[in-house]
C-alpha cells in the first residue's frame, strides 16, 4: 500500500507559478502511475495530468495543456506538476493520487490529503 502527502500549495497572484509535490511512502512507488487531479467548490474532482511509472510520457487536460508539467522522480519517491500562469479558476484542492494515467478518478488506488490552491489578487 502506498501512502502520498501533497505539499506546495498555497496562495499566488494571477499569472504566478507553483510547484506541488507529492511524496510516496510505504509501497513501490516507482512502479505505479501517477495523476494530479483538482477538486473546486461545488464541482467535481476533475484530471489535471498524469505520468507513467518511467515519467517517459505523460497525458494532460485540455484545460491546462501548456501552462502545468508533470514530471517525476523515482530516486525521491515523488511526483511534482509544476504551474504557470495561473488564474483564479485554477484555485482548487489538488490532489495525487496512484494507479493510472486515465482521466477518471474510480481508476486509481491510492489518494493524497490534498493540498489547496488559491489564485488571488
Known amino acids: 500500500q502506498v501512502q502520498l502527502a501533497e505539499s506546495g500549495g498555497g496562495l499566488v497572484r494571477p499569472g504566478g507559478i507553483l510547484r506541488l509535490s507529492c511524496e510516496g511512502s510505504g509501497g513501490t512507488f516507482s512502479s505505479y502511475p501517477m495523476g494530479w487531479f483538482r477538486q473546486a467548490p461545488g464541482r467535481e474532482r476533475e484530471f489535471v495530468a498524469s505520468?507513467?511509472?518511467?515519467?517517459?510520457?505523460?497525458y494532460y487536460a485540455d484545460s491546462v495543456k501548456g501552462h502545468v508539467t508533470i514530471s517525476r522522480d523515482n530516486n525521491k519517491n515523488t511526483v511534482y506538476l509544476q504551474m504557470s500562469r495561473l488564474e483564479p479558476e485554477d484555485t482548487a484542492v489538488y490532489y495525487c493520487a496512484a494507479g493510472s494515467v486515465g482521466p477518471r478518478p474510480s481508476e486509481y488506488f491510492y489518494w493524497g490529503q490534498g493540498t489547496q490552491v488559491t489564485v488571488s489578487s
Open positions: 505520468i507513467t511509472w518511467s515519467g517517459e510520457n505523460t
